[in-house]
């Protein structure tokens, strides 16, 4: 049985056409990421937490009939058009349908600081990323200090529990920040694609924040440049257990504690 995809992210099409052998990592209700042996990451799912530059789309009806052929650790085939995941059932993927990435600006950014700062964060400050904490690591970033903010990025990478820990979530909210209005000196952006390549976090948090590196975010991330409406923050809140809201807080603190935003 051939099955059919709805949509692919461009990191998923441009990993796909490498043809190389894929297992399957992690298995979850809205469906699964599978991972090659050098770590390229793909999820292949319904769109109840948004669309991934590095995802495929399928409707749940073939994201359950997927779900009843895998098994982690399994092995599936890339071929031309398809993966195979058996004899029996393949996914078509080679899609004219690839997930748009809308060009960064910052003209509603006012209206997204506006809204944001309604939402009650003081959670945070009993964790490892409390205000204070927050606000050196935020105005670190905008100088030249390599030393510091390495430190500080090694404390943030993977700290928290999940398949995208707290540290992490935060860390994609500050680089959507950045790439709509960039404040982060470039060599704390290089040294951040190093650590990454120190297995300091999860492959599932590593593939998310290599593409906040390049510009790359979910769709209700993205979504918050064009329409920075409560609404749509709330959708973002509503992200797995935790990590929509600690994206949140990391486009806070990035709107709110740099010492020239801080009032």
């Known amino acids: 049985m051939i099955l059919r995809a709805q949509a692919i992210g461009r990191v998923a099409y441009d990993y796909l056409v490498q043809r190389n052998t894929w297992t399957v990592h992690s298995i979850f209700n809205k469906g699964f990421n599978i991972i090659t042996k050098n770590n390229q990451l ?38 031309y058009s398809t993966l195979e995941f058996n004899s029996a059932y393949q996914l078509f993927w080679r899609l004219e349908t690839i997930l748009s990435e809308h060009p960064p600006h910052n003209q509603y950014l006012e209206d997204l600081t506006e809204n944001i700062t309604t939402f009650d964060f003081s959670e945070y400050e009993d964790s490892d990323f409390d205000f204070a904490t927050m606000r050196r690591f935020i105005n670190a970033l905008t100088t030249t200090d390599k030393m510091t903010v390495e430190q500080m990025l090694r404390y943030v990478i993977g700290r928290g529990q999940g398949l995208t820990p707290t540290g992490d979530d935060i860390l994609t909210g500050i680089l959507f920040i950045h790439s709509i209005q960039p404040y982060i000196e470039t060599l704390h952006l290089e040294t951040l694609r190093q650590l990454l390549d120190e297995t300091l976090t999860t492959r599932v948090s590593e593939t998310f924040l290599h593409c906040a590196l390049n510009g790359l ?22 992200v797995g257990s935790s990590s929509g809201k600690d994206t949140l807080y990391g486009i806070y603190i990035s709107l709110t504690l740099r010492s020239e935003t801080y009032g």
């Open 42 to 79: 793909i999820f292949i799912g319904t769109t109840e937490n948004g669309t991934f530059p590095f995802g495929i789309v399928v409707d749940s009806q073939t994201r359950n009939e997927l779900l009843a052929q895998i098994v982690v650790g399994q092995e599936i085939k890339v071929g």
């Open 217 to 238: 975010f979910s769709s209700k991330v993205k979504i918050l440049q064009d329409e920075p409406f409560i609404v749509r923050l709330n959708q973002l809140l509503e």
